[in-house]
Nanobody
Framework: HVPLVESGGGSVQPGGSLRLSCATT????????MGWFRQTPDKGREGVAA???????SYADSVKGRSTVSGDYAKNTLYLQMNNLKPEDTAMYYC???????????????WGQGTQVTVS
């Protein structure tokens, strides 16, 4: 079992910012590839950003330049800072982890419960 607990979602106006957090264990944070995904009824689940255990990050084109994935090793927490939010960013956001370096691929084995982001 890999605990992943998201927080930080909410409702913001277009142009606003949010920072999502994903709390996990120290082993997971230091050893796994971790990613952020979002899901809507229309688009399904899509990768947003990911970072591997070496610190290499990748981003979906839709959020590139507006989002930053980072982590706090002391807190075993992964973050997704999202700026200049747009209505199309509205979705349920999930944190995911896997021992394989999947980056934005969907095959992660471990998922959090999600946190809702609404931009309107």
């Amino acid at each position: 079992h890999v605990p992943l607990v998201e927080s930080g979602g909410g409702s913001v106006q277009p142009g606003g910012s949010l920072r999502l957090s994903c709390a996990t264990t120290g082993y997971t944070y230091s050893s796994y590839c971790m990613g952020w995904f979002r899901q809507t009824p229309d688009k399904g689940r899509e990768g947003v950003a990911a970072i591997d255990s070496d610190g290499s990050a990748s981003y979906a084109d839709s959020v590139k330049g507006r989002s930053t994935v980072s982590g706090d090793y002391a807190k075993n927490t992964l973050y997704l800072q999202m700026n200049n939010l747009k209505p199309e960013d509205t979705a349920m956001y999930y944190c995911a982890a896997d021992h394989v370096n999947l980056q934005l691929a969907r095959g992660y084995n471990y998922w959090g419960q999600g946190t809702q982001v609404t931009v309107s």
